[in-house]
Each structure stands twice: as C-alpha cells, then as structure tokens.
C-alpha cells in the first residue's frame, strides 16, 4: 500500500436510492484505514429518503443538505469544502461501485508523480453484457431522408426487468430518434446491427417496428430466431444463447480540437487491450481520485455547467496549469450507466451540447468556438430537413423536437456566456 493519505471521498446523491447506498458500501470496504477516509454523502435535494436513512444508520457518513438540486460540479464543491487536511478526493458517482483496491491502486500512481492532478480507474458497465446482431432488408422514407432503415429498437425486457434504458447500440445503428416524452432511447437499425442486453436473466423480448413488413433474423451466440415486423411496435421474445461479455465504459477520456468528449474504450468487450497505464486528456467524474494541491491551485467545479463537462473542464484548466492526469486500469470500478439521465434523452443532448460548447468557449480559440457554432448550425439545419421540411413533403407530420432541442441548447450556450463578456465589458475578471 501507498504511502498513508487522507482522503476524502465524495458522493452527490439526487434520488439514487438503492444505488447510492450500494456506492457508501463499497467506499466503506475499501482497503483504506478508516480513520484516514472520510466519507461525505452531498444530497441534492432528493426525495428517495437516503440522506434521513444515512443519518440514523452511518455514523461514518456526514451528510450535508446541499437545500437544492444544485448539480454534481456544486455538489461536489460542497463535499470538497475547504480541504483542510485532505491529501486526496475521491469523487465517485452514486450508480457507481469502486473495488476493494480501487483507491490504494489510484493513491500509489499519485505518489510517483507529484504533478498529477487525478488518476482515474477503469471503468466498466456494472453487470456483463449478452450480444445480439440483427439482419434484415431497409427502405427509405423518401426524400429529405436517405437513410436505409431496418427496424426501429425501442425497448428490451430481459428476464422480467425492463432493460430499455440500458440497452448498448454497439454498431449498426443511425442514433437516438426525437425524444417525445419517451423514459428510453429509440435506434433505427441498418441492414445489419449489433446491439447488447444486461445478461440479468433468462430470456428476452424486444419492442421492434419497421417502415412496412419484414422478416428480421435475430442472433444470440447460437440462438437464432426470426421474426416478422411491420409499423405496429410489438414485443418480440428471442432465446439468449451468447456468452456475456464484460464492456467498458470509460478508461479515461478524449478531447477532440472540436471540443468533444469521448470515454476512452467505450463499448468495448474488455479483452485486455486497454489495460496500458498511460497519460490522458481527461478523466470522467463517474470514479476518480483527484490530488487535494491541484485543487487548491485551479479550484473547483465550474457550477455553470449543473450537469456533463463539468470533469472535462476542470480536467483542461488543470492541464493549462501545468498538471496532468493519468489512468490506471488496475483499479476497476463499475457503472450503471442511465441510471440517473437517459442517454440519448433531451436532458442529455441539451446539457452535452450547451457544455460542450461552453468548455470550447472557456479554452479554445475564438476562431475555433467560431468554427464549431457554425458547424452546430449547419448540422441543426441539416435535421430541420430530415425531420420537418421532408415529412411535410411525404404529407407526414414534422417532428421539431430535435431542432428545438439544439435551438435550445444553442440558446442557453449563449445564456451562459452572457454574464462573463458583460464582466469583461466593465473590466472585471472573468
């Protein structure tokens, strides 16, 4: 074991519930003295009961009422506090859970290198994964949309658990469809796709439609079955004969000169191959161990953001002081990843498009912000198309909610941004 750090770890909690709870668990089964770990639950006012139960249950938890849904990067900020005596701060999500030597692995990389300002695990997805491919004949919708559409997934049940937020999309498929009040993600297949399930029991159904009747040849592992679609979503049972594969979630991040963020690794079966400690970009908030030193030089989470970004932008801050950051696949937390904000939802495609925007405009050069608001427009004017100018065309109805989501997110970039020119309008640092 590394040399005896302090350590603080941090878990912000709105609604968790059951999740949260496992999360204190697993930070209390680390292999770390307990008087050198001090263990904060942040509760952004929730309404699962967790914080109350905590209070009357864990006297080795401190809760603070953060009085609001204040955010992960505020909530953070609060658990964080003013880090007096704190070597380190472990942040860790609450549908997340950290292995045993999770921190004394990460804790022992920040020993060597005095300059490095967080050292992140890999991350895997919290159960194993069974694959299934899908073949079938396309169509088009006709102009305005030249996409070959197969089928359309839009839910999957496995056992007697509703799995549709958690389904994978490895390959195959064309992206989210509008959100309209929808609790998970819709993908138009292609010809040929590959999707994944939870392997959390036996057996499988999926909600599939199609633009017109056809046959659809479904594969799990030897399991085959075929079956006939047509535009009424209907559940179709299928026999689940792959091997569950273990998938990564994230081993640290990527950030493009666009200003996009990519987990490192994502969707891959962990065979190994990721497994090279190395230098990162950044590091994804979802388990982390960050130095105290750092964060007392670049300070905290920027509390703009409320939610997404905000570990990629203290991640470049960080880096254009001088530090930086490495990840340690060694240590090894698991993710339910959706447990909290659908992927693919309205409330992560406005909050991962206005904060990547922001974070561009905080750290990139004018003539890259620039660059990439108009390329924003022109990709949200490509969508104007597709999904209103040709349905109205086909005499269908138009669908604006991704145009008005974009709109929106393009909107609150510009909200965002307004305070900080009207500062250096006036001479105030900003």
Not at 300 to 320: K, M, N, Q, T
Request: net charge positive; aromatic share 6%.
């Amino acid at each position: 074991m590394p040399e005896l750090a302090h350590v603080r770890a941090v878990v912000v909690n709105h609604n968790g519930g059951p999740r949260t709870l496992r999360t204190l668990e697993s930070l209390r089964a680390l292999d770390w003295p307990p008087t050198a770990l001090d263990v904060v639950l942040v509760d952004n006012a929730s309404s699962d009961g967790v914080a109350a139960l905590v209070r009357r249950t864990r006297d080795d938890v401190r809760v603070i009422d953060a009085g609001a849904n204040v955010g992960f990067g505020a909530g953070c900020n609060l658990g964080m506090g003013d880090l007096a005596g704190v070597d380190l701060v472990a942040l860790v999500n609450p549908d997340a859970v950290v292995e045993p030597d999770w921190l004394w692995r990460l804790a022992e990389r920040h020993q060597a290198d005095p300059r490095l300002a967080a050292a992140c695990p890999k991350v895997l997805f919290d159960v194993p994964f069974v694959e299934i491919e899908l073949t079938c004949a396309t169509s088009r919708l006709g102009r305005g949309d030249r996409r070959a559409l197969g089928v359309l997934v839009a839910g999957a049940h496995v056992g007697s658990e509703d799995v549709s937020r958690r389904v994978q999309f490895v390959d195959g498929f064309w992206g989210p469809e509008p959100a309209s009040g929808r609790s998970a993600p819709h993908q138009w297949s292609r010809g040929e796709a590959l999707l994944r399930v939870p392997a959390v029991g036996a057996g499988c159904r999926l909600l599939l439609s199609a633009t017109g009747r056809r046959e659809v040849r479904l594969r799990s592992g030897e399991a085959r079955t075929v079956v006939a679609v047509d535009a009424h979503p209907r559940w179709y049972p299928l026999a689940l004969g792959g091997e569950p594969v273990e998938v990564i979630n994230s081993v640290g991040i990527s950030v493009g000169d666009d200003g996009y963020a990519a987990d490192r690794g994502w969707l891959a079966r962990d065979q190994g191959q990721w497994d090279t400690p190395v230098e990162v970009d950044a590091w994804s908030g979802a388990a982390v161990v960050l130095r105290a030193d750092h964060l007392r030089q670049v300070g905290g989470f920027d509390e703009r953001l409320f939610l997404y970004y905000e570990d990629v932008e203290l991640s470049l801050r960080a880096r254009r002081a001088g530090w930086h950051h490495a990840a340690v696949p060694q240590a090894v937390a698991r993710h339910v990843h959706s447990a909290t904000v659908v992927t693919g939802s309205a409330l992560h495609q406005h909050y991962s498009e206005r904060n990547r925007l922001v974070v561009l405009a905080t750290h990139a050069p004018r003539r890259v912000v620039l660059g990439s608001v108009v390329r924003f427009l022109l990709v949200t004017a490509s969508y104007a198309r597709r999904d209103t100018v040709a349905p109205l065309l086909r005499g269908a109805r138009p669908r604006w909610q991704v145009v008005r989501l974009r709109l929106g997110a393009l909107a609150g970039f510009a909200r965002v941004l307004a305070p900080r020119r009207a500062g250096r309008a006036r001479g105030c640092p900003g």
